[in-house]
C-alpha cells in the first residue's frame, strides 16, 4: 500500500509563485512514476505533469509548459511541482498520484492524495 500527502497549496496572486508537495509512504514507492493532476471547480481531473521514477524523464500539459517544473527527491520520498506565473485559471484542487507507469490518464494511477487546495486570484 502507498500513501501520498499533498502540502503547500494555497492564495496567490496572479503571477505568483508556489511549491507543492506530495510526501510519499509505503512499500516500493520509490519504484513508482509519479504525477500531478488538477481539478478546477466543475471540471474533470487534468493532468498536469509526470515524472519518471528515477526523476530522470518527465513530461507535462501542454498549458504548464515553461511554467511549472515536477522533480522528485527520491532520498526524501517527495514529489515537487514548483508553479510559477500563475494564472486565474490555475485554480482547483491539485492531487498527486502514484502507479507503476508514468501516465497523463487518472485512470492509470492506482494511488492517489488527498488533494491541496490553490487559488489565484486576479
Known amino acids: 500500500q502507498v500513501q501520498l500527502v499533498e502540502s503547500g497549496g494555497g492564495l496567490v496572486q496572479a503571477g505568483g509563485s508556489l511549491r507543492l508537495s506530495c510526501g510519499a509512504s509505503?512499500?516500493?514507492?520509490?519504484?513508482?512514476?509519479m504525477g500531478w493532476f488538477h481539478q478546477a471547480p466543475g471540471k474533470e481531473r487534468e493532468f498536469v505533469a509526470a515524472v519518471s521514477w528515477s526523476g530522470r524523464s518527465a513530461n507535462y500539459a501542454d498549458s504548464v509548459k515553461g511554467r511549472f517544473t515536477i522533480s522528485r527527491d527520491i532520498a526524501k520520498n517527495t514529489l515537487y511541482l514548483q508553479m510559477n506565473s500563475l494564472e486565474p485559471e490555475d485554480t482547483g484542487v491539485y492531487y498527486c498520484?502514484?502507479?507503476?507507469?508514468?501516465?497523463?490518464?487518472?485512470?492509470?494511477?492506482?494511488?492517489w492524495g488527498q488533494g491541496t487546495q490553490v487559488t489565484v486570484s486576479v
Open positions: 509505503g512499500r516500493a514507492v520509490n519504484t513508482l512514476s
Open positions: 498520484a502514484a502507479d507503476r507507469r508514468d501516465s497523463a490518464v487518472a485512470d492509470s494511477y492506482a494511488y
